[in-house]
T-cell receptor
Framework: EPEVTQTPSHQVTQMGQEVILRCVPI?????FYWYRQILGQKVEFLVS????????KSEIFDDQFSVERPDGSNFTLKIRSTKLEDSAMYFC????????????FGSGTRLTVV | DQQVKQNSPSLSVQEGRISILNCDYT??????FLWYKKYPAEGPTFLIS?????DKNEDGRFTVFLNKSAKHLSLHIVPSQPGDSAVYFC????????????FGRGTQLTVWP
């Protein structure tokens, strides 16, 4: 079964450093999302991306965050200057079409900011 | 943001019995509901879904019931198996948007032999 691949699986970074989380979506999927889950809390929406642009973002997704799909395959989430509260599990999610509700989650990147 | 609520953080059921996981929502614009299962150190895995035009959807041992008037849905697992032990998330979305999912906090299901 096709998978959404995320790298790295775990990243430790110092506060204030930039991090880039990478995702390889399922090849024929068109809609891409980032979600995160802080330990003990609910899964939260960050951003959705379609047709090479952001289609929706949450209040969490401030100027420190950015997404891009530079080469048509990888989908990345960049956090420009990490804070302690950015420590969470970050999930890349992809979906085939708008009419298809088959959201597929990657296995996640655990980001730890120290 | 409490638009989707799972009020039971945990549920413990004996193998072979029925597990019932509950979920409530507040936003009447939600028209599609999904259940995900999550094992530690893995991403959520899609389990079953239901559209707001239906009140029941069944897939093998899993059945989801939707009560729109009560804004309530439930996931039934019959019979429960030890391998079902995981965190179960309820999620909802509005078809008119580009797919933002709203999640509940999850319920830890433990199925014991």
């Amino acid at each position: 079964e096709p998978e959404v691949t995320q790298t790295p699986s775990h990243q430790v970074t110092q506060m204030g450093q930039e991090v880039i989380l990478r995702c390889v979506p399922i090849s024929n999927h068109l809609y891409f999302y980032w979600y995160r889950q802080i330990l003990g809390q609910k899964v939260e929406f960050l951003v959705s991306f379609y047709n090479n642009e952001i289609s929706e973002k949450s209040e969490i997704f401030d100027d420190q965050f950015s997404v891009e799909r530079p080469d048509g395959s990888n989908f990345t989430l960049k956090i420009r200057s990490t804070k302690l509260e950015d420590s969470a599990m970050y999930f890349c999610v992809t979906r085939k079409t708008e009419a298809n509700y088959g959201y597929t989650f990657g296995s996640g990147t655990r980001l730890t900011v120290v | 943001d409490q638009q989707v609520k799972q009020n039971s953080p945990s549920l413990s059921v004996q193998e072979g019995r029925i597990s019932i996981l509950n979920c409530d929502y507040t936003n009447s614009m939600f028209d599609y509901f999904l259940w995900y299962k999550k094992y530690p150190a893995e991403g959520p895995t899609f389990l079953i879904s239901i559209s707001s035009i239906k009140d029941k959807n069944e897939d093998g041992r899993f059945t989801v019931f939707l009560n729109k008037s009560a804004k309530h849905l439930s996931l039934h697992i019959v019979p429960s198996q030890p391998g079902d032990s995981a965190v179960y998330f309820c999620a909802a979305t509005r078809g008119s948007t580009l797919g933002r999912l709203y999640f509940g906090r999850g319920t830890q299901l433990t199925v014991w032999p």
